[in-house]
Each structure stands twice: as C-alpha cells, then as structure tokens.
C-alpha cells in the first residue's frame, strides 16, 4: 500500500479512482464496512482504490475542542494496510484546507485532483467550510461529474451505534471490553520501555514502564498481551498514578509473564484484554503486593498458565 503525505506528493493513478473519505479514527467497525467496500468496488471497477483521510483530526483545528485520539497516525494507516487498498493519501486539515467551500472540495479535490468515479463515506460525513458541505451536496454534483456516491450508515452492535467518540469515551471511563467489541478487536497502544522508579521490582513484580504517544491510555489494572521483537507475551497492566506512593503523574507499566529480561529501550506493544480492577490506594506496599498477587493469578487463569 502506497502511503502519500499531502497533495504535494499526490501523483494522479493513470485512469480514475474509488475513493473513500474519512477521519477513520479507530478503524472501528463501521470504519471496516467502509473499507471493505472500498475494496469490493474498486475489483469491481478495475480501479485502484484510495483512501482520503486527515491529520489532524478537523475538531481540533475547528471545533477547538480537546480531542484525544484512537490511534496514532502509524496505527491508522497500518490498519487500513490489513486491507487491500492501493494508497493511502493523509491531508494535513489546517486553516487554508478548511476554508475550501464544499463545492470547492468536490471540484477541485475529489473530481479534479483525485478523478473518483465512485465516492464512499460515512453517512454523517461533512466537508467543506463550515462543514457545510454532507451526502447531499455529495450525490447532487454526482450526476454532473460523473461519479458515483454511496454514503454508509453507522453499524449497530447489541443496539449501540458505533463510533469513534463512543470508543473515546469507553476507553477514556476504562471500559475495554465494550471499547474492542466496537473497535472489532483489541484497543493497542505502542511505546519504548523506559526505565521507572523500580518499585514493581520491589515489590516482587518486576515491571516494563512504557512511554507511548497514544492519546488514551484505559485507566486500571488489566490483562494484557505484551508484544516485543513480533512475538507475544501473556502480561498484566497497570494505568494510574500509584496513589499507595502519592504520585501524581500516570504511569503505564506492564508486567510480563515469564520473561526474564532486560527491555529498556525496546519497543513494546500492548494489547488490551480484560480489566481486572480499578486502580486503588493501599495503606502498605506490602498491601499492594498482596494485591498484585491476586491480580497475578487471574491473568494466569486467564492465559491456562501453570506455576
């Protein structure tokens, strides 16, 4: 899959294109029926298929709201990889992008820039200034210039509607389990392993302190799986602040099950399974470290390990 970082860089397919549009934060289920229809239509056309998305996200530059992302950039187009799409072209949203009316948007970038003859979005899709333009605008100047639209509506699972503020949400209240069944898998965050206060292996439970440019880190203790170096780990999580030691900054460390080795500088990835607990204050360590135990042996139930 071909990944291009701004019109700049954007050298037209030899013919047309099927195009999608979208923020695709997540690439959560409703995201996935997009894409996959993307896909179909492009075989269908003989035509490569793209994907038009925005970095950042256009509420931040907008609606000057705080907006804390899914994924990272990588994370998004690497799982938009997973399906076979031929390119991936990322638009820097800033004010002079922003200010295009929605006609504009229609003419200039997707009939003259990108010759989409077949146009997918969500169904609640906005473009243009103002986010003036949506589906209508889209389907009426769709006979004149000769594409056409198919706006998507949202997926319901077990009578929710889908979406990636539902998911921030979730995540953000650490409801994980709610978060990877709308997502369509689990919620992963990335980061390097950097070296912490040693307090997890003062207590017995040596941990991997991870530092992560993702947005939203689920707060409490968790079961996890710790990839490093492409190979899996069963592992516990913990988010939160150590309020036992009154600290204030959130930490994310990772104990990880039957590796005995030194990970400092190593790029760590963590998969999040099922939330043990709310983090809480204990009157000792030694308190903690009891807990830490019991949380211990339910991600060893979970995984079928052995002593």
């Known amino acids: 899959?071909?990944?291009?970082?701004?019109?700049?860089?954007?050298?037209?397919f030899p013919n047309d294109s099927i195009l999608a549009i979208g923020n695709f934060d997540g690439i959560h289920l409703g995201?996935?029926?997009?894409?996959?229809?993307?896909?179909?239509?492009?075989?269908?056309?003989?035509?490569?298929?793209?994907?038009?998305?925005?970095?950042?996200?256009?509420?931040?530059?907008?609606g000057g709201k705080i907006i804390k992302m899914i994924q990272t950039l990588d994370q998004r187009v690497r799982e938009i990889k997973k399906?076979?799409?031929?390119?991936v072209l990322i638009v820097p949203f800033d004010?002079?992008?922003?200010?295009?009316?929605?006609?504009?948007?229609?003419?200039?970038?997707?009939?003259?820039?990108?010759?989409?003859?077949?146009?997918?979005?969500?169904?609640?899709?906005?473009?243009?200034?103002?986010?003036?333009?949506?589906?209508?605008?889209?389907r009426q100047s769709a006979s004149r210039f000769n594409f056409q639209v198919?706006?998507?509506?949202?997926?319901v699972k077990d009578r929710?509607?889908?979406?990636?503020?539902?998911?921030?949400?979730?995540?953000?209240?650490?409801?994980?389990?709610?978060?990877?069944?709308?997502?369509?898998?689990?919620?992963?965050?990335?980061?390097?392993v950097i070296k912490g206060k040693s307090r997890g292996k003062a207590l017995g439970?040596?941990?991997?302190?991870?530092?992560?440019?993702?947005?939203?880190?689920?707060?409490?203790?968790?079961?996890?799986?710790?990839?490093?170096?492409?190979?899996?780990?069963?592992?516990?999580?913990?988010?939160?602040?150590?309020p036992t030691f009154n600290q204030q900054e959130t930490i994310i460390e990772s104990f990880i099950i039957n590796l005995n080795k030194n990970l400092y500088g190593e790029k760590?990835?963590?998969?999040?399974?099922?939330?043990?607990r709310n983090e809480m204050k204990f009157k000792t360590p030694d308190d903690l470290s009891q807990q830490i135990k019991k949380d211990f042996e339910k991600a060893k139930d979970y995984f079928s390990l052995k002593s």
Do not use: C
């Open 31 to 62: 995201h996935q029926k997009i894409l996959h229809l993307l896909e179909e239509k492009a075989k269908n056309h003989a035509l490569p298929s793209l994907v038009l998305t925005f970095s950042p996200h256009p509420e931040k530059i907008l």
């Open 268 to 276: 760590i990835k963590i998969n999040f399974i099922k939330k043990i």
């Open 83 to 87: 399906i076979d799409i031929k390119a």
């Open 150 to 155: 198919y706006s998507i509506p949202p997926v």
């Open 160 to 192: 929710m509607t889908v979406s990636s503020s539902l998911i921030r949400s979730s995540l953000q209240d650490g409801k994980i389990e709610l978060a990877n069944d709308l997502l369509g898998r689990l919620y992963e965050i990335e980061g390097k």
């Open 1 to 12: 899959m071909q990944v291009i970082n701004g019109f700049e860089k954007y050298r037209s």
């Open 205 to 242: 439970f040596p941990t991997a302190n991870i530092e992560t440019e993702n947005e939203i880190i689920p707060p409490g203790v968790f079961i996890t799986t710790a990839w490093i170096d492409s190979k899996s780990f069963p592992s516990l999580t913990n988010v939160g602040n150590r």
């Open 95 to 138: 004010e002079k992008f922003s200010s295009l009316s929605g006609q504009d948007f229609i003419q200039k970038i997707v009939v003259n820039t990108l010759k989409a003859k077949v146009v997918i979005v969500g169904e609640n899709f906005r473009f243009g200034k103002n986010r003036e333009g949506d589906t209508s605008l889209l």
